[in-house]
């Protein structure tokens, strides 16, 4: 059996946790779901509908938004009680920070943002795994009797597959440490809600953008597609957006169907968060940027002119 710590956000589950399910389904069909916190009770069914055999939900009254050593805490009271043979994450900031935990805590060694996994010889686990940001792919041989891994975020992709989709719902022991960082309240973009991870279209903006202000034209544009604002680490730093719109290393992973980056030069560490876009626009007044060489087309030319030029043909292209 292998259990699979799923991640939500106050409900809302991550998608990437759907992908750790089907990596999981992959090396072993028995998959049983770790849901931390009462408020991801209704995600039952969609990780049932994903595989999920038994769903264990862990309700405390201390549980009612993130906590990362809680959730390992409950983890390893999971663990326990039913030995998996691996213990795989999502590989998002939380998904990574819990398992780190957990292999803190039972000194076992722990595989992060693994592109593949696949059952070695007796207590081993050969990984494929991103390193440097996804510039290079390192195969690993992981000893141990328990496989801790994470899964890299669009490495799979998530599948329907039969669950029994048991819950079974546990009081996790906690003391006052486990619960000592969690998250008590919440300021700005109000959470619960479809992050970047799960944009189907974004338009990003970087230091191109030139001001906060100026991303009035990329709203509009990605409100007339459907779609969410991204931007670079410069555009953060500078306070033009908040971090969470920032893609990359450091930002969130995306893999929208349509990334178009405005003003944003392509460094290595901004291309590790949208490499997984289907397809890239770039538009840039440098066609040499290094953005071209990972966009599928370029639109060469000073942004606060071929903005307003998108948006009025894409106000056409719409009637
Ligand atoms: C450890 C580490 C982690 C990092 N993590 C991240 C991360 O998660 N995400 C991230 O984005 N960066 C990250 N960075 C920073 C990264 O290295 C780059 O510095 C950053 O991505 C550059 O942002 P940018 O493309 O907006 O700016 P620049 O590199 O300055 O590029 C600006 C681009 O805009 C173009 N331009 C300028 N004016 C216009 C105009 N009017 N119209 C059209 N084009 C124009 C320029 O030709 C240029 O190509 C990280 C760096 C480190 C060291």
Same mark, same amino acid.
């Given at each position: 059996?292998? %259990?699979?710590? #799923?991640?939500?956000? =106050?409900? &809302?589950? @991550?998608?990437? $946790?759907?992908? *750790? +399910?089907? /990596?999981?389904? !992959? ?41 990362? %050593?809680?959730? #390992?805490?409950?983890? =390893?009271? &999971?663990? @326990?009680?039913? $030995?998996?043979? *691996? +213990?795989? /994450?999502?590989? !998002? ?58 899964? *890299? ?167």
């Amino acid at each position: 059996m292998i %259990l699979v710590i #799923a991640d939500h956000d =106050l409900g &809302v589950l @991550d998608p990437l $946790s759907l992908q *750790a +399910v089907t /990596a999981a389904k !992959s090396i072993d069909s028995d998959v049983e779901v770790l849901v931390v916190g009462a408020a991801g009770r209704d995600t039952a069914a969609e990780l049932a509908a994903h595989g999920a055999n038994t769903i264990h939900l862990a309700v405390h009254d201390q549980l009612t938004d993130y906590a990362p %050593l809680a959730a #390992a805490r409950a983890a =390893l009271q &999971v663990m @326990d009680s039913t $030995s998996p043979r *691996a +213990v795989i /994450a999502p590989g !998002s900031p939380r998904g990574n920070e819990v398992l780190a935990h957990v292999a803190a805590i039972r000194d076992l060694p722990m595989a992060a943002d693994c592109l593949t996994i696949t059952p070695g010889d007796a207590g081993t686990h050969d990984v494929v795994r991103n390193r440097w940001g996804g510039n290079l792919m390192e195969t690993a041989k992981v000893h141990g009797d328990t496989l801790l891994a994470t899964v *890299a975020p669009h490495s799979t992709t998530a599948v329907l597959a039969d669950g029994a989709g048991t819950v079974v719902e546990f009081t996790p022991e906690l003391s006052a440490a486990d619960t000592a960082v969690r998250v008590l309240d919440r300021t700005g973009g109000g959470g619960g809600g479809v992050g970047l991870a799960d944009a189907r279209v974004i338009v990003s903006g970087g230091r191109g953008v030139g001001s906060a202000e100026g991303f009035g034209s990329l709203e509009e544009l990605a409100a007339l597609l459907g779609g969410t604002i991204g931007c670079s680490r410069v555009v953060t730093s500078a306070g033009w957006r908040p971090h969470s719109e920032q893609v990359g290393q450091t930002g969130t992973k995306v893999a929208p169907d349509l990334y178009i980056a405005a003003g944003i030069s392509g460094a290595t560490q901004h291309i590790a968060g949208c490499r997984n876009a289907k397809t890239i626009i770039a538009i840039n007044t440098d066609k040499d940027a290094p953005i071209m060489g990972y966009a599928h087309y370029a639109i060469i030319g000073d942004l606060h002119s071929v903005m307003p030029e998108l948006i009025n043909a894409t106000r056409a292209a719409k009637g």
